[in-house]
């Protein structure tokens, strides 16, 4: 069972990286909040790994935290979320961010996240209240990290932040609009947080 990857970004997009390591490359898929947290293609870094097997398939998912990966397992467990339900929540919710919208029985704040649902929602909210302790927010700042120095111009990175909320399930001029919103400030990661409140704050 593969746990953790490290080495090369040969690909990098918001929905799934291609790591090479040992010769090999690995596709693995990721959450939006893994993404904005990742050096640029090119450059070293290592992913928390949960691999899942089916009958017909072996995929790989990847997270920048422990505490991400528990969160994916834990919505795992939930009835009718799949894997990629699972990313779509981890994209728009931290875990810690995840665990207060549960403990508060906040099935909204859930249900906004594309693809969800209000019966699924209310499903995460029912079974996960009493699990939710399991998510450990106190580990050490992730290992993947921004290389300022490979940061992409503004226009790019805006373009990124768009193309990210479309992978997302957002619909282009929705997403577009979002990001006109939140500005250019930061890095990528802060401009796709300030686009996100702008989108859930209008549901």
């Known amino acids: 069972m593969i746990t953790s990857l490290s080495g090369r970004l040969r690909v990098r997009e918001s929905g799934r990286v291609v790591l090479q390591t040992g010769g090999i490359g690995y596709e693995v898929f990721i959450p939006l909040s893994t993404y904005y947290r990742l050096p640029s293609a090119g450059d070293e ?3 928390e790994i949960r691999q ?16 991400e990966k ?19 929540v981890l994209s728009v919710l931290a875990p810690d961010e995840l665990a207060s919208a549960i403990s508060d ?6 249900d906004a996240v594309p693809g969800v649902g ?10 996960l209240r009493n699990k939710i302790a399991e998510l450990n927010f106190t580990e050490a700042a992730p290992r993947p990290s921004v290389n300022g120095s490979g940061r992409s111009p503004a226009n790019a990175m805006l373009d990124d932040a768009v193309s990210a909320l479309v992978n997302l399930g957002y619909k282009p001029a929705e ?26 704050g209008e549901k």
């Open 105 to 110: 029985g906040d099935v909204e704040r859930i």
């Open 70 to 88: 528990r969160a994916f397992d834990l919505l795992m467990g939930v009835q009718h979320v799949g894997p990629k339900l699972a990313l779509a």
């Open 52 to 67: 899942v097997i089916r009958e017909d398939s072996i995929t790989l998912y990847g997270f920048a935290t422990l505490a």
């Open 45 to 47: 870094t290592e992913l």
């Open 175 to 200: 997403a577009k609009r979002a990001v006109e919103v939140a500005g250019e400030e930061g890095g990528l990661e802060a401009i796709l947080r300030r686009s996100l409140a702008v989108i859930l």
């Open 118 to 127: 209000a019966r699924v929602a209310e499903r995460i909210v029912r079974e």
